[in-house]
Each structure stands twice: as structure tokens, then as C-alpha cells.
């Protein structure tokens, strides 16, 4: 299921950078990934992350994204 989440998790990515955030912010935010692996992750559609990174990016843009709804609305 990594391999699903893992799209998901792209097209969650580019809709947040459509708000300003940019690979480093996002790295600060998250806290243990590097902006380097994130940009990777975005533009290497077979680069997968470690199951750590994985876990924090995915938890980080689901909570982000929860917030960005409520405010939309």
C-alpha cells in the first residue's frame, strides 16, 4: 500500500506547493526529512521513501491538508 500512498502523497504535495510552501519549508515543518528527499520524491515517480520518512511526510500532509480544508471553508 506504500506504493499507493505514496501517489496520493504527490498530488497532496503539488497542491501544497500551489500555496507557497517549497521543498525546504516543508522540511522544516516535517522536522527528520531532508528537502532533498523530498524533492526527489516529487520529481522521480519511482523514487520511494524509507518507511520513517514515509510515515512523518504522510502524517505531516494529511494533518496540513485537514487544516487547509477547514480554512477553504
Known amino acids: 500500500m506504500k506504493e499507493i500512498e505514496s501517489i496520493k502523497m ?3 504535495l503539488a ?4 500555496y507557497g510552501f517549497t521543498d525546504s519549508s516543508i522540511s522544516r515543518y516535517v522536522g527528520n526529512i531532508s528537502d532533498r528527499a ?6 522521480m515517480e519511482n523514487r520511494m521513501l524509507s518507511n520513517k520518512n514515509h510515515k512523518c511526510l504522510k ?3 494529511e494533518k496540513t491538508i485537514t487544516v487547509i480544508n477547514e480554512i477553504e471553508k
Do not use: G, P, T
Open 10 to 12: 504527490r498530488k497532496d
Open 15 to 18: 497542491r501544497l506547493k500551489e
Open 38 to 43: 523530498i524533492r526527489e520524491f516529487l520529481s
Open 59 to 61: 502524517d505531516w500532509i
